[in-house]
């Protein structure tokens, strides 16, 4: 019987391990650098936690199961509810504004495809307790930061912000009721992942006239706020509410660029975001070709810890999964190279040094320092062999009457005793 991994599961065999701690490890350091500290949540929540808020197309892809005790629980697809969650239990304890991160392990059962798994890891960042536009702009800011650190540039992705309350305003203003607002919400973060006809179809079935789907066609191509004011320009009642999310979007713009993630970030208004709790500015990273599906994606959700029974705390953040990033990353060459496992290999010159050898190995891992033997006595040029193919960054050879380190990129060699080679700087 031969058994095979479940359909949209990886296994991570140790390169691949090697590349998925790498860019764990990016997530951690960029995070902690701009100010937040890391959480985790169950792998598992009660059920309902998820279908509450979380909009039909993520209630659709869970993972769900009745317990011994008849409990209905899931495994989580997102970490926000979690999230959520865990801060309204410690609402009154908490300092804000609340800056946390994760990077968990998530499960959706989506039909696989390129960039989309059942199971993948997201890195959240999210501020909660905090209504001001910067909360938004730090959060995008961090995200941009990653790119770069990871040898994105502005010319590889883009950060597409988009604005819930203003496509909500200018559904309106077409004369869109209020009652099929989430129905035509669904449809436009449809829109850009579909051909014009097919786009214009299924907003005719959510009850959009063709003059709707004009007008709010209009809306989204306004290239920048100015003319969004213009767009609602003659319609002062629609105006009046939304023009502290115009003032915000325009905040936002000039944060951006003034903690220089300015070129990496453009108005698009097509964003909308496929999650219900959304409720202000949403934004998606996409790599500029438009060939992949998002990098990253998120927004400010102000209603969701007080529908998951807490109070109304303003909140914004965002998720960016670990397999669009990945193909990303190797498309553009940036993924590190194999190799340089271990520092040191030791080996035996002859017969006689060969007890040393652990030694040297026992001292050497007691240092800190990485280093790896081979259990059967062989010849010189086959353990140098073995040492390549084990990626070491260097050989100790051990002799009876000393050391000589051996570097295997280069070539170059030196004598030592065992005392300075404890000493040498890690790469030296
Ligand atoms: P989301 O748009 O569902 O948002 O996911 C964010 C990112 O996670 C996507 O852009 C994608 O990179 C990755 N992702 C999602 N589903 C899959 C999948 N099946 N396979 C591989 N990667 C996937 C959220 O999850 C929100 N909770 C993010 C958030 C945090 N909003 C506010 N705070």
Request: aromatic letters at 8%; proline letters at 4%; glycine letters at 10%.
């Amino acid at each position: 019987m031969e058994f095979q991994g479940v359909k949209g599961t990886r296994d991570f065999y140790p390169d691949d391990m090697r590349v998925r701690n790498w860019i764990v490890d990016a997530w951690r350091r960029v995070s902690l650098r701009n100010g937040f500290e890391e959480y985790d949540s169950p792998i598992f929540e009660y059920l309902d936690l998820f279908t509450v808020k979380s909009g039909q197309e993520i209630a659709g892809q869970l993972f769900n199961f009745v317990d011994r005790g008849g409990r209905q629980l899931a495994i989580r697809p997102e970490i926000t509810p979690s999230l959520a969650r865990m801060v309204n239990a410690k609402i009154n304890s908490l300092p804000r504004p609340i800056k946390w991160f994760s990077t968990p392990r998530l499960c959706r059962a989506e039909n696989p495809q390129k960039g989309r798994l059942r199971e993948f890891f997201q890195w959240n960042v999210d501020v909660i307790g905090a209504d001001s536009i910067l909360a938004d702009a730090e959060c995008i800011y961090v995200a941009v930061d990653l790119l770069r650190e990871l040898g994105l540039s502005a010319d590889d992705v883009r950060v597409r912000i988009g604005s819930r309350p203003l496509t909500i305003a200018a559904l309106r203003a077409a004369g869109v009721p209020a009652e099929f607002t989430d129905a035509a919400l669904a449809v436009l973060d449809k829109g850009p992942k579909l051909s014009e006809e097919d786009f214009a179809r299924i907003a005719r079935e959510a009850g959009l006239s063709d003059g709707q789907i004009a007008a709010v066609g209009r809306f989204q191509q306004a290239a920048g706020v100015d003319e969004l004011r213009e767009h609602f320009q003659g319609r002062e009642d629609v105006r009046a509410r939304v023009e502290k999310d115009l003032d915000d979007l325009a905040e936002l713009f000039a944060a951006l660029s003034a903690m220089g993630a300015g070129d990496y970030c453009t108005l698009d208004l097509r964003v909308v975001r496929g999650l219900a709790y959304y409720t202000g500015v949403v934004y998606e990273v996409f790599d500029r070709s438009g060939s992949l599906r998002a990098v990253a994606g998120g927004g400010r959700y102000d209603n969701l810890l007080e529908v998951l029974g807490g109070p109304k705390v303003g909140a914004t953040g965002f998720g960016m999964g670990d397999v669009v990033l990945g193909i990303l990353l190797a498309e553009k060459g940036k993924l590190p190279a194999p190799g340089g496992r271990i520092e040191y290999f030791v080996i035996e010159a002859d017969e006689a040094s060969r007890p040393m050898v652990l030694e040297v190995v026992g001292a050497l891992r007691r240092a800190g320092r990485s280093a790896d033997f081979n259990y059967r006595p062989q010849a010189l040029g086959k353990q140098l062999k073995a040492a390549n193919r084990r990626g070491a960054g260097r050989a100790v050879i051990v002799r009876a009457d000393g050391l000589t380190v051996k570097d295997l990129a280069s070539g170059d060699q030196r004598e030592a005793t065992l005392a300075q080679l404890l000493k040498a700087p890690a790469g030296g």
